[in-house]
């Protein structure tokens, strides 16, 4: 595996289900992030991780709930969620700060397309 | 608080043929990074081309484009030789320079871009 993976790619829920959704890089990155796409919005970013401690929370309701581990991986645990979550979720990875001169681009998984009933 | 704009919900362009994506942007800083990505139908979210806000010179890769004018904050986007492959939403950003540690990315609402055969 290269690059960013997200599983699963598809995510049927329930609003009194609990899931989660993983994130793993092969990049050698230290920071992740998560991103929420909703249909006719802008990326909304939700979470991010840098050297495995949380740096922002986006004022993201706390039904959505962020895990990073290692540098390598990061989880989003859901719980009674709503049907205006469902959304593509994308995870992205780069490295957390690559200095004045660096560029610390950020890479994208797949995304997983969540669908709240 | 910094903000993107596309102003071109769709746009189309003949195969073969040269298409311009417009990007504006609102910020009162003066060092930052300017990126465009590429999101396929397959939903992978691909770095297209990316430009230091330092730098005079426009960013080139391959087909891909940018003409950047600072002082008129704007990023605008040129494919040269349209290929089917290239039909997919178009999505630019902007990134602080950050003095340490992370900044997020800022994302315009996009252009999906279709190409004609």
């Known amino acids: 595996e290269t690059g960013v993976t997200q599983t699963p790619r598809h995510l049927v829920m329930g609003m009194t289900n609990k899931k989660s959704l993983k994130c793993e890089q092969h990049?050698?990155?230290?920071?992740m992030y998560w991103y929420k796409q909703s249909a006719k919005k802008p990326l909304e970013l939700m979470f991010v991780?840098?050297?495995?401690?949380?740096?922002e929370n986006n004022s993201v309701p706390s039904r959505f709930s962020p895990e990073c581990p290692n540098s390598s991986h990061l989880f989003l645990h859901l719980h009674t969620l709503q049907p205006e979550d469902s959304a593509l979720y994308l995870c992205?990875?780069?490295?957390?700060?690559?200095?004045?001169?660096?560029?610390?681009?950020?890479?994208f998984g797949p995304g997983t397309r969540l669908t709240v009933l | 608080a910094q903000t993107v704009t596309q102003s071109q919900p769709e746009m189309s362009v003949q195969e073969a043929e040269t298409v311009t994506l417009s990007c504006t942007y609102d910020?009162?800083?003066?060092?930052?990074?300017l990126f465009w990505y590429k999101q396929p139908p397959s939903r992978q979210m691909i770095l297209v081309i990316r430009?230091?806000?330092?730098?005079?010179q426009n960013a080139t890769e391959n087909r891909f484009s940018v003409n950047f004018q600072k002082a008129a904050k704007s990023f605008s986007l040129k494919i040269s030789d349209s290929q089917l492959g290239d039909a997919a939403m178009y999505f630019c950003?902007?990134?602080?320079?950050?003095?340490?540690?992370?900044?997020?990315?800022?994302f315009g609402k996009g252009t999906r871009l279709s190409v004609i055969a």
């Open positions: 992205a990875s780069s490295q957390a700060w690559a200095g004045p001169q660096g560029t610390d681009t950020q890479y």
């Open positions: 990049l050698g990155h230290n920071a």
């Open positions: 991780y840098s050297l495995e401690e949380r740096v």
């Open positions: 910020t009162s800083e003066s060092d930052y990074y």
């Open positions: 430009q230091e806000a330092y730098k005079q």
């Open positions: 950003a902007y990134r602080s320079r950050p003095n340490s540690g992370n900044t997020p990315l800022v």
